[in-house]
């Protein structure tokens, strides 16, 4: 197949429109349910109260607003891809704009900006007639249009969250798990939950002990995401592999939409896994190990974590755990292997560490002979 060609039978997946829509109208589609902005959302994306009102100023003072994407279901109910914060600044102004529960939330007050310092203080509806936005202006804004850009119905399934990927990816404004975050509500809103809350297990988010920047990032997530990744694929899976990111995204949705995925099982192995290792090393348990004077030092390792949990995870599901002191041992023993110390650096790539350090995870582990 040439170049030409290629192209010429990709693009019949997908099936596009696009035209200008008021704020009115998007308000109005919106309030009848045919518009979702995703409430989930809000917790990944935040503006504060300057940026806000920076938007609101530009639409007052007639600077064109970005288009927004959206892609079209079965049922002809748009998704937003992006875009969500823009709209969702509007309508909170508005007062219009409902949280995960369909309940509405309070109204924004807009600071002062650039342009328009007499903004200050003024909401879209307010007791104080004074700091209420004139009626001619409501008007004004409900008129201002924006460019919608539909990504139909007809369309592979996957576009919409290619799309996503790229918008949130290309310009570096999200972490690749806050974007997989978002992907997963959009695809099976109560596997992200359930993703949600194992993440924030007290003897996991302990033995990772990540920095607070760290967690804001969601990295904490992505590393249970992982850890339920690498105890299940088989390792011929790795091989090959050039973008760990994708590699994770892919299984990811996978796991999201196989209705055969076990989530009691794989919570209750989680959960097992994290209690014996915080139990037996706390913090200290992905950290160095140092003979010399029988202490674990430094910064969490992302090498032990694969080491370590994946092979306390297997061996949990097969009922050949070590008990508590052997664990012990076997921790200090992985900074005796060769295996490990040539496989632990952050240069080395995962088609090259994870086939090493799985293996040796599960066999230091075991009970069996």
Known sequence: MTLL???QEKSKEIHTDGYPMSIGELASIYKDGELDIHPDFQRIFRWNDVQKSKLIESILLGIPIPSIFVSQRENGIWDVVDGLQRLSTIFE????LKDENGNNLPGSTLVSTPHLDK???FKWNNPNKQF???SSLKLEIKRVKIDVKIVKKQSDKNVKFELFQRINTLGSRLSDQEVRNCLLIMINKEFYHWLKSISNNENFLNTISLADRLIEEQYHIELALRYFIYKNIELSEIKGVTDLSE????KMIKYAEDTTFDKDK???IFE??????NKILGEDVFKRYV??????QGKFLLSLFETISIGVGKNIEKGSLLDETEILNSIKKIWESTDFLTKYGSGVNVTSRLPVLIPLGEKMFSNEA
Do not use: R
């Open 5 to 7: 060609e290629q192209v």
């Open 93 to 96: 102004f508005m007062e219009i």
């Open 119 to 121: 903004l200050a203080g």
């Open 132 to 134: 209420e936005i004139d």
């Open 247 to 250: 590699f994770i995204t892919d």
């Open 266 to 268: 794989e919570k209750a």
């Open 272 to 277: 097992g896994t994290f209690a014996i290792l």
């Open 291 to 296: 003979k010399a004077n029988d202490k674990f």
